[in-house]
């Protein structure tokens, strides 16, 4: 006679077992597929549709799975704030080891009714739990990760060595500009790229950052004695660049664009400043001068950078042309409490048609 399976679900049949794990919370997925190897695979087999991945690093590391529909799991790690401590290669830090605590927390179909757990005495590693979470959500690498505070007392090779497969960063305010510098050194390429001025010395980025070619370079400006200047704006070669809380005079984004017509910013498809104050503003501010063409509102037209998962619909706005005729659309925008300047580059690829 056949034993009989010490857990009674993997006794059903395969479709069976398969429609049950599809009605399981996240949780219940993540708890089932470490029962046992024919486990993980049948998870895995499910096919959950998925986002991505992202870190956040701070005085922990949370790995967050995103999924369709706002929905998400997310793992935090290394919460004991007295342990893991050892000597690494730039003095004594946090060390990777095998984390004591899992907090475990997700949220349901509606999105609001968040649940957490903890799951105590792990004895897995922090590279196995991030491979074991790829592949049951069937999604090799990490899309983005993101230093926060305290971050730097983290090991940086334990953290290049576990997170290495990344592209997108996020450098906040880590408290440490040796380590800013470190991670941007460490990771290679980085094609979307987002720094705080605050995060250099004297909060002037090195210009051999700005130059180099990205997809996307994001910058805030949080330094109000040091400003993004013009010529920052011209070294970056990003096709999509944006800064936000900025306090330079609102005159820059004109002498921008009188620029751009001349031949700067060959790569740039879009540019988006968000002012730090409110002083009242639109269009024609930035274009007195400068010859365009307006277009009424119903005029609707889809844009897709390749610095965006989707496309934004442009109403309006006033067209101009650069000396070799490629097109840009500039627009003003008041949804939010500050007013935000945008320009769009009409390249045959930017171009959705509807």
């Known amino acids: 006679m056949a034993a009989t399976p010490t857990f009674p679900l993997l006794g059903l049949p395969a479709d069976e077992i398969r429609r049950t794990i599809r009605v399981m919370n996240f949780e219940q997925i993540l708890r089932f597929s470490f029962l046992s190897k024919r486990c993980k695979n049948l998870v895995a087999g499910i096919q959950i549709k998925r ?3 992202s870190v956040f690093i701070s005085r922990s590391i ?3 799975i995103h999924f369709f529909g706002s929905r998400y799991i997310r793992l935090e790690f290394y919460t004991e704030p007295d342990m893991y401590w050892g000597e690494g290669a730039y003095g004594r830090k946090k060390k990777l080891t095998a984390p004591q605590s899992v907090i475990v927390s997700h949220n349901g179909p509606i999105g609001f009714d968040i649940e957490s757990s903890t799951w105590e ?19 090799r690498g990490i899309q983005s990760i993101k230093f926060s505070t305290d971050s730097s007392q983290f090991d940086r090779d334990d953290i290049k060595q576990v997170f290495d497969s990344t592209t997108e960063i996020d450098i906040g305010n880590t408290g440490c500009v040796e380590f800013n510098q470190m991670v941007l050194r460490n990771y290679f390429p980085i094609d979307d790229l987002t720094i705080w001025t605050d995060n250099f010395r004297d909060s002037k980025i090195p210009p051999s950052l ?3 070619n990205r997809v996307k370079l994001e910058v805030i400006d949080r330094d109000l004695d040091v400003p993004i200047t013009l010529n920052d704006l011209l070294l970056i070669n990003s096709k999509v660049i944006i800064v936000g ?9 004109k002498d921008f664009i009188t620029l751009w017509q001349k031949g700067s910013n060959p790569n ?9 104050d409110d002083e009242e503003t639109d269009e024609q501010f930035f274009m007195n001068g400068i010859k365009y063409e307006e277009n009424p509102l119903d005029r609707v037209r889809n844009f897709k950078s390749v610095g965006f998962e989707n496309p934004i619909e442009i109403s309006g706005g006033l067209d101009i042309y650069r000396l070799d005729g490629v097109k840009a659309t500039i627009k003003i925008y008041f949804e939010d409490p500050l007013p935000f300047f945008r320009m769009f580059v009409w390249f045959d690829h930017c171009v959705v048609e509807p």
């Open 51 to 53: 986002m991505y991945f």
């Open 268 to 276: 740039l498809e879009y540019f988006c400043v968000e002012f730090s």
């Open 121 to 139: 005495r792990n004895e897995l590693t922090m590279q196995y739990w991030l491979k074991h979470l790829q592949d049951i959500f069937n999604y």
């Open 62 to 64: 949370a790995v967050i």
């Open 210 to 212: 700005l130059m180099q």
């Open 245 to 253: 809380n900025l306090l330079s005079p609102q005159q820059l984004p």
